[in-house]
């Protein structure tokens, strides 16, 4: 049996054009739209994002600064910018804020989609390391228990 995950989706785009694309190739996701850092803002913690598609020139401010709000407060935040700058400062910007990826306008349905399938990969490395952290651990109290059972035989 086959079947897809639904991500939580929060799309920060002041252009409608660009949301709407953005909406229209993320259709089997839950998705919330936000075209201001103040609205961001107002949705992020009812979203709580597997994603979020963060434009850097916003009506109100510069999505690098909520950006760097953001991955501050919420140090797992998967963040991907999407914008029409491929400046070296900004590029720079995002990367040292956080920013796991950088989409340049005008993109593809394919880009969009091999950044969903990125964000999978890196959510299933994270759940693979959680696993194996937790097995060390329990590895651990087994071994440490085992030469406690060891001492007490001895005594």
Not at 73 to 83: N, R
Not at 124 to 130: F, G, H, K, Y
């Amino acid at each position: 049996m086959s079947f897809s995950i639904q991500l939580n989706i929060l799309i920060v785009e002041g252009v409608q054009m660009y949301r709407s694309i953005l909406l229209s190739n993320l259709s089997g996701h839950r998705c919330r739209v936000a075209k201001t850092i103040k609205e961001a803002r107002e949705l992020y913690d009812e979203v709580n994002p597997d994603i979020m598609f963060l434009d850097i020139e916003l009506p109100d401010g510069s999505g690098l600064e909520f950006l760097k709000e953001i991955t501050d407060k919420y140090t797992t935040s998967y963040t991907v910018m999407v914008t029409g700058s491929a400046s070296a400062k900004d590029v720079s910007e995002a990367q040292a804020n956080g920013a796991l990826g950088y989409i340049l306008k005008p993109f593809s349905s394919s880009r969009i989609n091999e950044t969903v399938d990125h964000y999978m990969e890196y959510r299933d490395t994270l759940i693979e390391l959680a696993c194996d952290e937790r097995e060390l651990k329990m590895a651990e109290k087994y071994v440490a228990d085992q030469e406690k059972n060891i001492k007490s035989d001895e005594e």
